[in-house]
């Protein structure tokens, strides 16, 4: 993992400090806050998938999500909040820009929220054989996890995830739809950045064997949909169509769910 220095101010030189504008006082707070938030999801992210994200990764995460925290429009420059508007820039933010779900399926994972049950529920799409015929002869199995990086809406700004079990995918099946749903109990305020990760097992060059590569080009991690619930509801700040899932049961608990 990488630890952050408190940036360099680039207004002092030599012992002395140049006057800078009210606005740019500010808005360097700002900064400095969504700099320190992105270092918080950063970390687990690396727990997600250490080997796609990258401390490039963590640079292209702070501007979006700097960019998240300038939509604020409940408080003044200066004291901007995660949380109080668009988070919309966060989604489809991938780990590594070399590869995405859509490089190995055509259909990104549904999410549905179910306000009076408090929980998430994470369907994946139909897969079918075809559609893993282009990866390489070697490739055996596919391994789908999601997970939920829950940032909390308030002054800690307290950060954790939670995760599925592994779906296995054996190459030259059918898929049907899998769904897994995550708990949300006790988090009426909550970012959440929902996480699909892909792994692969390669046959070795003498076929003698399986392993699990840590080649990136076999592998993917990406935030494919971020939800604000604030209150336990949804906010939305674009035009939505609703989406639907089946009714599920409620998980005994949130340490690698099962898939239903």
């Not at 079990?165 to 749903?181: A, F, H, P, T, Y």
């Amino acid at each position: 993992m990488f630890d952050f220095e408190k940036p360099k101010n680039p207004y002092r030189k030599k012992g002395k400090d140049y006057n800078l504008s009210e606005n740019s006082k500010l808005a360097g707070a700002d900064f400095a806050y969504s700099n320190t938030l992105a270092s918080r999801i950063y970390k687990q992210m690396k727990i997600i998938q250490d080997d796609s994200a990258k401390y490039e990764s963590f640079l292209r995460l702070k501007k979006k999500l700097y960019m998240v925290i300038r939509n604020d429009r409940q408080h003044d420059l200066g004291q901007l909040k995660l949380g109080y508007g668009n988070i919309n820039p966060l989604k489809n933010f991938r780990f590594s820009p070399k590869t995405s779900w859509q490089t190995f399926f055509m259909n990104y994972p549904t999410t549905n929220f179910d306000e009076e049950k408090e929980e998430l529920c994470i369907s994946t799409p139909p897969i079918l054989a075809r559609e893993l015929d282009t990866l390489p002869e070697r490739v055996r199995k596919v391994i789908l996890k999601m997970h939920i990086i829950k940032v909390s809406i308030d002054d800690e700004n307290t950060v954790d995830i939670s995760s599925s079990k592994e779906l296995v995918i054996v190459k030259g099946d059918d898929v049907e739809s899998r769904s897994v749903i995550f708990s949300i109990k006790d988090k009426p305020n909550v970012l959440l950045l929902c996480v699909a990760t892909v792994r692969m097992w390669l046959l070795s060059t003498d076929r003698k064997e399986e392993f699990l590569t840590l080649n990136t080009k076999y592998m993917t991690a990406e935030i494919f949909d971020a939800i604000l619930i604030r209150n336990g509801q949804i906010c939305k700040f674009e035009e939505e169509t609703n989406k639907e899932s089946r009714p599920s049961e409620f998980p005994d608990s949130d340490e690698e769910l099962d898939w239903v």
